[in-house]
Nanobody, 119 residues
Framework: QVQLVESGGGLVQPGGSLRLSCAASGITFENTENIIAWYRQAPGNQRELVARMYAGDTTYYTASVRGRFTISRDDADNTLYLQMNKLEPEDTAVYYC???????????WGQGTQVTVSH
Protein backbone atom coordinates (compact mmCIF):
# COMPACT_ATOMS: atom_id res chain seq x y z
CA GLN A 1 0.00 0.00 0.00
CA VAL A 2 1.40 3.34 -1.07
CA GLN A 3 1.36 6.12 1.48
CA LEU A 4 2.66 9.67 1.03
CA VAL A 5 2.92 12.00 4.02
CA GLU A 6 3.71 15.68 3.50
CA SER A 7 5.09 18.04 6.11
CA GLY A 8 6.79 21.41 6.37
CA GLY A 9 4.00 23.78 5.51
CA GLY A 10 3.19 26.85 7.54
CA LEU A 11 2.90 30.62 7.61
CA VAL A 12 5.77 32.63 6.17
CA GLN A 13 6.25 36.27 5.23
CA PRO A 14 6.76 37.32 1.60
CA GLY A 15 10.35 36.76 0.60
CA GLY A 16 10.78 33.93 3.07
CA SER A 17 11.55 30.26 2.55
CA LEU A 18 10.04 26.90 3.40
CA ARG A 19 11.02 23.32 2.68
CA LEU A 20 8.30 20.78 2.16
CA SER A 21 8.90 17.07 2.68
CA CYS A 22 7.06 14.02 1.41
CA ALA A 23 7.88 10.72 3.06
CA ALA A 24 6.87 7.64 1.07
CA SER A 25 6.16 4.05 1.93
CA GLY A 26 5.11 1.24 -0.37
CA ILE A 27 6.89 2.82 -3.30
CA THR A 28 10.44 3.88 -4.13
CA PHE A 29 11.11 7.40 -5.35
CA GLU A 30 14.49 6.28 -6.66
CA ASN A 31 12.86 4.09 -9.31
CA THR A 32 13.43 6.08 -12.50
CA GLU A 33 10.27 4.68 -14.06
CA ASN A 34 8.20 6.60 -11.54
CA ILE A 35 7.29 10.25 -11.95
CA ILE A 36 7.32 12.26 -8.75
CA ALA A 37 5.88 15.73 -8.41
CA TRP A 38 4.53 18.54 -6.30
CA TYR A 39 1.16 20.09 -7.06
CA ARG A 40 -0.72 22.91 -5.35
CA GLN A 41 -4.28 24.09 -5.10
CA ALA A 42 -5.31 27.57 -4.04
CA PRO A 43 -8.88 28.33 -2.93
CA GLY A 44 -11.17 28.53 -5.92
CA ASN A 45 -8.50 27.26 -8.30
CA GLN A 46 -7.79 23.94 -9.92
CA ARG A 47 -4.90 21.83 -8.73
CA GLU A 48 -1.80 22.73 -10.71
CA LEU A 49 1.59 21.18 -11.29
CA VAL A 50 4.43 22.97 -9.51
CA ALA A 51 7.45 20.78 -10.16
CA ARG A 52 8.17 17.31 -11.47
CA MET A 53 11.10 14.90 -11.45
CA TYR A 54 11.32 12.04 -13.91
CA ALA A 55 13.73 9.76 -15.77
CA GLY A 56 16.11 9.95 -12.84
CA ASP A 57 17.04 13.56 -12.20
CA THR A 58 15.28 15.41 -15.01
CA THR A 59 13.20 18.23 -13.59
CA TYR A 60 10.45 20.52 -14.78
CA TYR A 61 9.04 23.65 -13.12
CA THR A 62 6.00 25.66 -13.91
CA ALA A 63 7.01 29.13 -15.07
CA SER A 64 5.79 30.98 -11.99
CA VAL A 65 8.17 29.11 -9.66
CA ARG A 66 11.17 28.59 -11.94
CA GLY A 67 14.30 29.95 -10.29
CA ARG A 68 12.67 30.07 -6.84
CA PHE A 69 11.67 26.46 -6.13
CA THR A 70 13.79 23.31 -6.25
CA ILE A 71 12.54 19.73 -6.30
CA SER A 72 14.86 17.05 -4.97
CA ARG A 73 14.81 13.66 -3.34
CA ASP A 74 16.79 11.75 -0.73
CA ASP A 75 17.01 8.12 -1.81
CA ALA A 76 18.31 6.94 1.55
CA ASP A 77 15.21 8.26 3.29
CA ASN A 78 12.86 7.79 0.33
CA THR A 79 11.74 11.38 0.77
CA LEU A 80 10.82 14.04 -1.76
CA TYR A 81 11.50 17.70 -1.05
CA LEU A 82 10.40 21.05 -2.37
CA GLN A 83 12.64 23.94 -1.38
CA MET A 84 10.70 27.16 -1.81
CA ASN A 85 12.56 30.48 -1.73
CA LYS A 86 11.45 34.06 -2.32
CA LEU A 87 7.89 33.10 -1.51
CA GLU A 88 5.10 35.33 -2.74
CA PRO A 89 1.50 35.68 -1.58
CA GLU A 90 0.48 34.01 -4.84
CA ASP A 91 2.23 30.85 -3.66
CA THR A 92 -0.38 30.42 -0.92
CA ALA A 93 -2.04 27.03 -1.45
CA VAL A 94 -2.30 23.48 -0.22
CA TYR A 95 0.71 21.60 -1.59
CA TYR A 96 0.40 17.95 -2.53
CA CYS A 97 2.98 15.28 -3.17
CA UNK A 98 2.22 12.97 -6.10
CA UNK A 99 3.83 9.90 -7.57
CA UNK A 100 2.84 8.14 -10.75
CA UNK A 101 3.77 4.52 -10.16
CA UNK A 102 4.84 2.77 -13.34
CA UNK A 103 4.18 -0.67 -11.90
CA UNK A 104 0.56 0.25 -11.01
CA UNK A 105 -0.09 2.61 -13.92
CA UNK A 106 -1.73 5.07 -11.53
CA UNK A 107 -0.99 8.06 -9.39
CA UNK A 108 -1.01 8.43 -5.65
CA TRP A 109 -1.55 11.58 -3.59
CA GLY A 110 -0.58 12.73 -0.16
CA GLN A 111 -3.01 14.52 2.15
CA GLY A 112 -1.54 17.95 1.48
CA THR A 113 0.17 20.61 3.57
CA GLN A 114 -0.92 24.24 3.82
CA VAL A 115 1.46 27.01 2.81
CA THR A 116 0.41 30.56 3.60
CA VAL A 117 2.49 33.54 2.50
CA SER A 118 1.35 36.70 4.24
CA HIS A 119 2.51 39.59 6.40
Amino acid sequence: QVQLVESGGGLVQPGGSLRLSCAASGITFENTENIIAWYRQAPGNQRELVARMYAGDTTYYTASVRGRFTISRDDADNTLYLQMNKLEPEDTAVYYCNVFAARDRRGYWGQGTQVTVSH
